[in-house]
């Protein structure tokens, strides 16, 4: 006798950092082209509806400090990623 049985997982954010944080390089510039192709793909309207829903909702579940620490976070990934100097 077979069963095949269906279930939905949706993972919860921290669940997902902990998934990334555990990648290899390798993977997570995969992930990061992965983003990449879905902003080429939708012709970059969905993708920037979902940034601007984000910028939103920024001010509404975080209060300054945090807001700013994910500001903070982002503009180091990218000087990382552009190879800016920074000191660690």
């Given at each position: 006798m077979k069963r095949n049985i269906s279930v939905d997982i949706a993972l919860t954010p921290r669940e997902i950092e902990e998934e990334v944080w555990?990648?290899?390089s390798e993977n997570q510039i995969s992930l990061l082209n992965?983003?990449?192709w879905r902003y080429e793909s939708t012709k970059h309207y969905p993708v920037l509806m979902q940034m601007q829903n984000i910028h939103d909702?920024?001010?509404?579940f975080c209060d300054e400090d945090e807001r700013e620490n994910i500001i903070r976070l982002v503009s180091e990934f990218l000087d990382f990623l552009k190879g800016d100097d920074?000191?660690?």
């Open positions: 555990n990648m290899d992965y983003f990449v909702d920024l001010k509404v920074m000191c660690l």
